[in-house]
Structure formats: structure tokens, C-alpha cells
């Protein structure tokens, strides 16, 4: 691990513990070098496809979840700490179901649903983009 401030290679760890509900091990650091401390997360990785609408797969990528919830979410009362608890228990949802190709249908809905239960706004923009309305009358449905 290298220190982020001054790219030294020489570091120990200070501190070890779960974190995002046990599925990310959290590890504090001490550069043996410039003695600034720094946080690093392992997590393990999710041997899963998405399956998109098109038929096209492509690897799961937390990172790329949490930027579409983060898109929803912009500029509303929603913090990053309830984002990354969101994006989080939608990973271990995904996991829980044991499957190595997941719909992306399956991820879109359960970000819905999430987002639904924090912020109406935030809903309706993923809502808005994931289900593709062509008219008023799909929109108004959906939120019923």
C-alpha cells in the first residue's frame, strides 16, 4: 500500500475492523515515512455480470452503482453516508442471492426501491432515466 501523500511503500497498520456491515474489512494506516495517517477498505470482489437490457454483459461495478444513485440524489438532502449505506445493501442483496449473472433490471429495482423509502425526488429522477418514459401517463403510473 502506498501512502497517498507521500507515495512511500512503508506503512503499518494501526487499526483493523468491519465496516459496510461485514462485507469490507476498514484498516487505519500509518506511513512509516511522513507519520500521516490514512484509511484504506478491502472488500471482496463479486465474481458477477450484469445482464443489461440489450442482451450486452458487463462486470459488476459498485463504483458505477453508487454514481447512478449519487446522480439521483444530486443537489437533495441525502448525505454520502446514506448513499454508500444504500449502495451497500444493495451489494449484499446481489450477493445474498447467490447468482453470477444478475439482471440489470433486478439491480434497477432494487435502487428504486431504496430510493424510494429516503427521498421521492431522488426516486423519481432514477425512476425517470431506468424505466425510459415515452408519456406522462407511464410516469404518473409508476409513482402510483
Known amino acids: ?24 474489512i476498514r484498516r487505519r494506516r500509518e506511513c512509516l515515512r511522513c507519520k500521516n495517517r490514512f484509511t484504506t477498505y478491502e472488500r471482496a470482489f463479486l465474481d458477477m455480470v450484469v445482464i443489461k ?6 462486470n459488476f461495478d459498485r463504483n458505477k452503482l453508487k454514481r447512478g444513485v449519487m446522480k439521483a440524489c444530486e443537489k437533495r438532502p441525502v448525505s454520502i453516508r446514506t448513499i ?38 431522488a426516486f423519481v429522477r432514477f425512476a ?14 409508476s409513482l402510483g
Open 128 to 141: 425517470s432515466y431506468y424505466k425510459d418514459f415515452k408519456n406522462i401517463q407511464g410516469f404518473k403510473k
Open 53 to 58: 437490457n440489450n442482451g450486452k454483459k458487463e
Open 84 to 121: 454508500e449505506r444504500i449502495v451497500t445493501e444493495i451489494e449484499s442483496e446481489l450477493r445474498k442471492m447467490h447468482e453470477t449473472e444478475i439482471k440489470s433490471r433486478t439491480i434497477g429495482d432494487l435502487v428504486m426501491g431504496k430510493l424510494k423509502a429516503i427521498d421521492t425526488v
Open 1 to 24: 500500500m502506498l501512502c497517498p501523500h507521500c507515495k512511500s511503500p512503508k506503512t503499518r497498520v494501526v487499526d483493523k475492523r468491519a465496516s459496510d456491515g461485514d462485507i469490507a
